[in-house]
């Protein structure tokens, strides 16, 4: 399938800014069994409702083909070939969506993981897209209020090899459906979050796999079945991007994507497949590969595991300061000139933890010492008299950035939801401003033709309290004002703007260490560096260059059409790191037995054009 240029870096932006839980989040979450599920359903209640009609909103950024064909189509688990060309797609809109079907591939919907009748269709549990996914109509139908489970004799086979036939595990003879082995684990961390988010209700419902508990929720043949499909399909990047995606719209997480090891200290492990009791092997080759004032880039050597690696809890001084799926990560918001002792564990789906890795000493930059920042941020906000409002984002980062995954948005009156967003377009320049005005904004404070978007949108009729947000990828990065902090004024009639030593996104406001404040309507200083914003450009990765084999287990080989060309090969991690690079070479093999096994973006460049490739290194 051939992929475009902008797909390929879409693809590890996505994996890189999907990596992170928000600080803080699971501090309350320090016991074991069921009092461990009960202070998770305290952190995780009482989400955002966005509505039934609203999931169709937050799949456009939750269910998104980035992991398998990366074409932008519905991510449906029903429906997806993970090995091979899907039998068919549908798009992210408003098109291709039903409630009539008679055969696959003729429009999608929303699947209850817990069917809606369970719980008597009601809110918010109707609505609640940590387990509603959209999938084919047909499969759906097919599918229709039976429990899951393991299927030997099936009575039917949808297009993807999902089954539907008796359950074959001793305990339950019914009606079940069983997911291809891709998406298993998926589905059972979806039935955890169910057990967990709606404990207080749980109890009273009806259903083949719940024993009537509040507590251990599920009957003894279902929780074995969903134990060992936690266990043989560990969280995927798309499961942590899902999951990202769907905190931006309602405010709550599954805990056991963040945390996996939730699943057995809660419902035990003794009976998955292996009874894991085997720690992970310890990280090793742990190093600092860049850093600025503010943030330590780093990457390790994986770890292995009897079963599978799950993740990596990174210390600084003796602080969890974030939890990764890979083995790169950076740390952020950082001090200036300060050392940092870093040291990582890994971590399997069984809750073992390995022994920490070797220990190092990094010191973080001087603020005046600077450094490229790493991510787009606001760098002027100008909320003045009348319809004077006007935001600068600056991108600083030494490369150029497409802003088609960016998009604004804004809380009103310090309560309720995000906005819908405004989406930003084009590619910004390294060094540029990007700048957005209220198309009523006075002549005398800054012209419209001179602003990248003049729009009467929401985002930009901001007033004092509202808070305002950079997302990427539908995840907040960066924002001016507290969400739901209230009707209190923390910007009014002031322009701001960005402190020279911040060089890095926050999700936290800070106006006396993050801000310069100006009196109202100063606006000489807006788009003083405004660079211009370029049309995206597309770069096919045509089928002239092939790379096999592909899954390769440590060496493979470049294809060109003219075996004597000479060309440069550069290998991203989904960090967006730097792994592997040559430059003027003509021989076609490429030897990476030192890469960890996982997905890589391969950039082949030759003088007359430049490709991007997917590569698995097993």
Same mark, same amino acid.
């Given at each position: ?318 602080? /969890? &300061?974030?939890?990764?799926? $890979?083995?790169? #990560?950076?740390? %952020? *918001? +950082? ?5 940092? =002792? ?65 998009? /604004? &948005?804004?809380?009103?009156? $310090?309560?309720? #939801?995000?906005? %819908? *967003? +405004? ?5 910004? =320049? ?65 322009? /701001? ?10 999700? %936290? ?7 310069? =404040? ?101």
């Amino acid at each position: 399938m051939k992929k475009s240029y902008s797909s390929f870096l879409l693809l590890v932006f996505t994996i890189a800014g999907f990596a992170q839980i928000p600080s803080g989040y699971y501090n309350t979450a320090t016991a074991t069994g069921y009092t461990l599920k009960t202070q998770l359903y305290n952190i995780i209640k009482d989400h955002t409702n966005n509505g039934y009609a609203g999931l169709y909103t937050t799949y456009q950024t939750s269910d998104v083909d980035n992991f398998y064909e990366n074409d932008g189509t519905v991510l449906d688990m029903y429906s997806e070939n993970p090995s091979g060309k899907d039998p068919y797609n549908y798009s992210t809109g408003t098109t291709q969506r039903c409630g009539n079907y008679s055969v696959e591939g003729d429009c999608y919907n929303r699947e209850h993981i817990i069917p809606q009748s369970v719980f008597n269709e009601q809110s918010p549990m109707v609505a609640d897209a940590h387990f509603i996914t959209p999938t084919d109509g047909k499969v759906n139908g097919m599918r229709s209020n039976y429990p899951h489970g393991v299927v030997n004799a099936p009575t039917y086979t949808s297009k993807n090899g999902g089954k539907l036939g008796p359950n074959s595990t001793s305990g339950y003879s019914g009606t079940v459906f069983e997911p291809i082995n891709d998406f298993k684990g998926d589905i059972a961390r979806m039935y955890f979050y169910f057990a967990t988010r709606y404990e207080n209700t749980v109890s009273g419902y009806s259903y083949a796999m719940f024993d009537g508990s509040s507590n251990k929720v599920f009957t003894t043949v279902f929780l074995n079945i969903l134990l060992q499909w936690n266990a043989q399909d560990p969280v995927s990047a798309r499961e942590i991007a899902r999951n990202n995606a769907i905190y931006a719209r309602q405010n709550n997480r599954n805990p056991y994507i963040d945390h996996p090891e939730y699943v057995n200290q809660i419902w035990g492990g003794g009976t998955s497949p292996s009874g894991d009791t085997q720690a992970p092997t310890i990280p090793t080759s742990l190093a600092s590969t860049s850093k600025t004032a503010v943030s330590i880039a780093l990457s390790w050597t994986a770890s292995t595991d009897n079963v599978n690696v799950t993740g990596y809890d990174v210390y600084a001084n003796n602080v /969890l &300061k974030t939890t990764v799926s $890979g083995s790169t #990560a950076t740390l %952020t *918001g +950082l001090t200036a000139s300060t050392n940092y =002792s870093i040291y990582v564990k890994a971590k399997d789906a069984a809750g073992n933890t390995s022994s920490a890795s070797t220990t190092i000493a990094v010191t973080t930059d001087s603020s005046g010492t600077g450094g490229a920042a790493t991510e787009l941020l606001f760098s002027e906000y100008i909320e003045g008299s009348g319809n004077n409002k006007a935001l600068e984002i600056a991108n600083n980062t030494g490369s150029a950035v497409n802003l088609s995954i960016y998009t /604004l &948005k804004k809380q009103t009156n $310090g309560a309720g #939801a995000w906005s %819908t *967003g +405004l989406a930003l377009t084009g590619t910004l =320049s390294s060094g540029g401003k990007y700048v957005l005005v209220n198309s009523s904004i006075s002549s005398t404070c800054f012209s419209t033709s001179a602003a990248n978007i003049s729009t009467t949108a929401t985002e930009l009729a901001f007033n004092g309290n509202d808070a305002v947000g950079l997302f990427k990828n539908g995840v907040l990065i960066d924002m001016i004002g507290t969400f739901s902090g209230g009707t209190a004024n923390f910007a009014a009639d002031v322009t /701001l703007r960005r402190k020279a030593t911040v060089t890095s996104p926050s999700t %936290t406001f800070n106006l006396t260490s993050q801000w310069d =404040s100006y009196t109202s309507d100063t606006c000489n200083n807006l788009a003083s560096k405004k660079a211009k914003v370029s049309k995206e450009e597309t770069v096919t990765a045509t089928d002239e260059i092939l790379i096999y084999p592909n899954p390769s287990k440590g060496n493979f080989t470049i294809g060109f059409p003219n075996s004597t060309e000479h060309y440069s090969v550069e290998i991203l991690s989904f960090s967006g790191q730097k792994v592997f690079e040559k430059r003027n070479n003509t021989d076609s093999e490429i030897a990476v037995q030192h890469l960890a096994a996982g997905i890589y973006i391969i950039k082949i460049a030759t003088e007359a054009k430049t490709v991007y490739k997917k590569i698995i290194i097993n």
